[in-house]
């Protein structure tokens, strides 16, 4: 399939990417001149800007250092924050990645805090280049994300069952693929259990979506936007039903919680919404924050559909944006990879859309660029969450 950066762990990147991660609000500012001066479209900005711990972001950030697309990283403390920043370095160290930790309070300042944060991003990339070791990949090496943002009438008509049958043919081929938005598939439980691996994971599914129901009430708010309406979706039903069939039709092999792998190829539900009363503000419903969290359970790159249209990507794994909206894909066509309007117009048909998706995840596994890619496109999100991990093996596939 094509040639990956292999991990000490045996999972293999189709990256190879510095992470230069600030630890606190305060230390944002000097990584991001790192990044920019550095001018490199390897080295990468992501961080933590809350000033006390949280245990789901650390778990977060251990995951994202540490994903296959990474190969090392520089992290960035103001000094006096409550982020755990000898345990992170720790756990990105015991990985087999190089890492160095810079604190601005000990080394002078932000200009000094930049000098020496950007000596230290050429000192890992150095150390990268001597460890670099690439090995063949193969479909079960490779792990597949998608989301649905700013969706229309288009989008489960179209674009969404479109990469549902991409995940079916990825997933017959020997991939993991992961979906998630739990809060936006309220009603389609009863469809998703019958498609469960075990019973455990028909319980796990029905919990899932019964938590996000009472959360978002909670809140007092769907995942339903101003937005979605003008673009002709008519009811939550409506929503919930284009947001499902993203998943495709093969079993449902597990739920997992986000900075959890999937142990083993096949289909697994991402279950983001936090199982208890909302504690810090909104629910995290922000499209790159839900990205972030596919990411963080190791998909090397995500399937995006966005009817209205977005121009998001993100850090450290490519996105994939699909419309299906031919409008949407006229007016913004710089910014969309995939033009699933052409089955809204009889010129092509799902499978046919489904098989250009295939190919086009491995052409960027192989290294070729996504439209956000190329343009830049680097948005990253992680903020407060209480949310615990439970892990895979509770809910375990069947395959």
């Known amino acids: 399939m094509a040639d990956g950066y292999l991990r000490t762990d045996g999972r293999k990147g189709i990256r190879n990417v510095v992470a230069v991660v600030y630890l606190v609000e305060c230390a944002h500012h000097v990584a991001r001149r790192v990044v ?31 994903h296959p697309n990474v190969g090392g990283a520089v992290l960035v403390s103001l000094g006096c924050e409550g982020f755990d920043r000898e345990g992170l370095a720790t756990f990105i160290a015991n990985s087999g990645r190089p890492v160095e930790t810079i604190v601005i309070q000990e080394v002078g300042g932000t200009r000094s805090g930049i ?45 969404n069952p479109a990469v549902g049958r991409a995940f079916d043919r990825l997933i017959d081929a020997g991939a993991t693929c992961i979906f998630e938005e739990t809060g936006e598939m309220i009603g389609c439980e009863g469809a998703m259990s019958v498609r469960a ?62 900075a959890e792998q999937p142990d083993r190829p096949g289909l697994y539900l991402l279950d983001v919404v936090p199982a208890e009363a909302p504690r810090f503000g909104f629910p995290n419903i922000a499209d790159n924050a839900e990205i972030v969290e596919l990411i963080s359970c190791g998909a090397h790159l995500t399937l995006f559909t966005t009817g209205r249209g977005s121009v998001v990507g993100s850090v450290i794994a490519p996105v994939i944006k699909i419309t299906g909206n031919p409008e949407t894909y006229a007016r913004m066509h710089e910014d969309m990879d995939v033009d699933a309007g052409r089955i809204m117009l009889g010129e092509a ?22 439209k956000s890619e190329a343009l830049g496109h680097r948005e990253f999100i992680l903020n407060y969450k209480s949310i615990d991990a439970v892990g895979p093996s509770c809910h375990p596939g069947g395959r």
Request: aromatic letters at 6%; charged letters at 25%; proline letters at 5%.
């Open 197 to 258: 691996a075990t019973p455990d994971v028909a319980e796990a599914i029905n919990v899932s979506i019964a938590n996000a129901e009472s959360y978002y009430r909670a809140m007092g708010y769907g995942s339903f936007s101003p937005g979605n309406a003008e673009g002709g979706l008519s009811t939550l039903e409506e929503k919930s039903a284009g947001a499902y069939v993203k998943s495709g039709s093969r079993p449902i092999d597990g739920v997992i919680r986000p």
């Open 36 to 66: 920019d001066r550095a001018d490199d479209p390897d080295v990468h900005l992501l961080g933590f800007p809350g000033c006390y711990p949280n245990d789901y972001s650390l778990r977060m950030m251990k995951a994202l250092t540490t």
């Open 115 to 159: 000098d020496v944060a950007l000596e230290a991003v050429r000192r890992v990339q150095s150390i990268m280049r001597e460890i670099e070791v690439r090995v063949p990949m193969t479909m079960a090496d490779l792990s597949i994300g998608t989301i649905c943002g700013g969706s229309d009438g288009t989008s489960g008509i179209a674009a």
């Open 349 to 370: 048909t799902l499978d046919d859309v489904g098989d250009e998706l295939f190919e086009l995840v491995l052409a960027i596994a192989r290294g070729e660029h996504s």
